[in-house]
């Protein structure tokens, strides 16, 4: 399995059978390596409606037929824009042809802010990601949570994908004491240094997170595999 980090919250992930995109905010990122044209994937995985993760999303799925897969209340609102979707809830799975996805809480808001106000979208979630029996979890946006050792215990973790970029999300210290509740074999900083206010440094964490979880920090256009 190949994981592809893409800047802010947006990974790939290609298995042997397809290929997702999570939280494909591309126009607008300034560490994006690559556009909204270039993604072909099968599914796309959403997890709350704030422009930095909801993104190109519906654009991408408009143009190609990718299925969005995110929590009911912004399923139906991608699906009221145009776009392919799939509505799931937290503490939901469900076996696509690419993979196993189960949605998980996230300590967050969600809403799309239109010219005309905040249309709020639901809960915002995490996802727990299986393909080629490598689990992935994607935090989503959220702060510290206790369960997260529930999470680890009930879905061995390979893979975490944590936000160390403060202000909005966890900081550095709650995202290493999440990598040690999670019990991950390996954790990738994500939701840092995209804008000033989240500017973190990936290392500091890496030294930090180093005795729970093997620290991975991955720039926009580097790939890992698994
Ligand atoms: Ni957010
Ligand atoms: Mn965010």
């Given at each position: ?175 290493v004491v999440a990598a040690r509740l999670l019990q991950a074999k390996t954790v990738i900083p994500m939701h840092y240094n995209t804008f000033d206010i989240i500017k973190q440094d990936p290392e500091e964490f890496a030294g930090k997170v ?17």
């Amino acid at each position: 399995m190949r994981v592809s980090y893409h800047g802010h919250a947006c990974f790939s992930l290609e298995g042997s059978k397809g290929r997702i995109i999570i939280d494909p905010f591309l126009t607008g990122n300034p560490t994006a390596d690559i556009t909204p044209a270039q993604v072909n994937v099968a599914g796309i995985l959403v997890s709350h409606g704030h422009g930095d993760h909801l993104g190109d999303a519906i654009e991408i799925s408009k143009h190609t037929g990718a299925l969005i897969i995110a929590p009911y209340e912004l399923a139906v609102y991608c699906q009221r824009k145009g776009a392919q979707a799939h509505a799931m809830h937290i503490g939901g799975s469900h076996q696509f042809s690419f993979g196993w996805v189960k949605l998980t809480q996230a300590l967050h808001g969600s809403a799309v802010d239109e010219t005309q106000g905040m249309v709020y979208t639901g809960s915002p979630c995490g996802f727990i990601i299986k393909l080629d029996n490598v689990m992935v979890y994607h935090a989503g946006d959220t702060g510290l949570f206790g369960d997260m050792d529930l999470l680890g215990k009930l879905h061995p973790i390979d893979l975490a994908l944590l936000p160390i970029g403060d202000n909005y999300v966890m900081g550095i210290d709650d995202a290493v004491v999440a990598a040690r509740l999670l019990q991950a074999k390996t954790v990738i900083p994500m939701h840092y240094n995209t804008f000033d206010i989240i500017k973190q440094d990936p290392e500091e964490f890496a030294g930090k997170v180093a005795n729970y979880s093997k620290p991975l920090v991955l720039k926009p256009g580097e790939q890992a595999m698994f």
